[in-house]
């Protein structure tokens, strides 16, 4: 069963540091992992998708990696702003069983000002 | 348009009502999702529509029923509730809905139900 650890669980840093968010999942074979951000009591906003082929892929200020034979998702941002503070979720689309998303913890992140 | 809208905002029902929450994606994707979150937990698969057919209910209780009227609607129907049920209802949509596919999710911003 595919399990998605994302820590650390909340993370508070002072703005302009460069930061990296973690995801782990027990189960290597997966098709994607997608990285979301979510206000409170707000839906969920697409950050970057990276496909099971693919190391990593850059939006902007952020990069993500996968390395699928590790069970690892980094997620680099850039001289993080006030504007950034929200939880970031991962997901993996797993190849077992049900093709589904399974969601990561949340790591809760807050950048001051 | 990447933008997937759902009604309402907020809702508020008692364990005897019926109401429905609905869900509109324009981006011409073929697969439907509906989500439940609980606070400070990450979202839970409910339902999976594919070409308005129900591909995945993943064990939920028959006081929820989905619909899927057309490509670009979808709507979760609500039935004697539970106030255990109360929640953020997410409902994402995806080009398709394939073992094969990589495909991103796009959320809406949900409904926060509460059942009294």
């Known amino acids: 069963k595919q399990e998605v650890t994302q820590i650390p669980a909340a993370l508070s840093v002072p703005e302009g540091e460069n930061l990296v968010l973690n995801c782990s999942f027990t189960?290597?074979?997966?098709?994607?992992l997608q990285w979301f951000r979510q206000d409170p009591g707000k839906g969920l906003t697409s950050l970057l998708l990276?496909?099971?082929?693919?190391r990593e892929q850059t939006s902007g200020r952020l990069n993500a990696s996968l390395d699928k034979s590790s069970g690892r998702s980094t997620l680099y941002i850039a001289a993080s702003q006030p504007g950034d503070s929200a939880t970031y979720l991962c997901?993996?689309?797993?190849?077992?069983?049900?093709?589904?998303?399974?969601f990561g913890t949340g790591t809760r992140l807050k950048v001051l000002a | 348009d990447t933008e997937v809208t759902q009604t309402p905002k907020h809702l508020v029902m008692g364990m005897t009502n019926k109401k429905s929450l609905k869900c509109e994606q324009h981006m011409g994707h073929r697969a439907m999702y509906w989500y439940k979150q609980k606070a400070k937990k990450p979202p839970e698969l409910m339902f999976v529509y594919s070409y308005e057919k129900l591909s995945i209910n993943e064990s939920v209780p028959s006081r929820f029923s989905p619909e899927c009227p057309n490509s670009s609607l979808l709507n979760l129907h609500l039935h004697a509730l539970q106030p255990e049920d109360s929640a953020l209802y997410l409902c994402?949509?995806?080009?398709?809905?394939?073992?094969?596919?990589?495909?991103?999710?796009?959320f809406g911003p949900g409904t926060r139900l509460t059942v009294l």
């Open positions: 994402a949509s995806s080009q398709v809905y394939l073992e094969q596919a990589n495909n991103e999710q796009f």
């Open positions: 189960d290597s074979a997966i098709y994607n």
């Open positions: 990276i496909q099971s082929s693919q």
């Open positions: 997901a993996v689309s797993t190849t077992s069983g049900t093709y589904k998303y399974i």
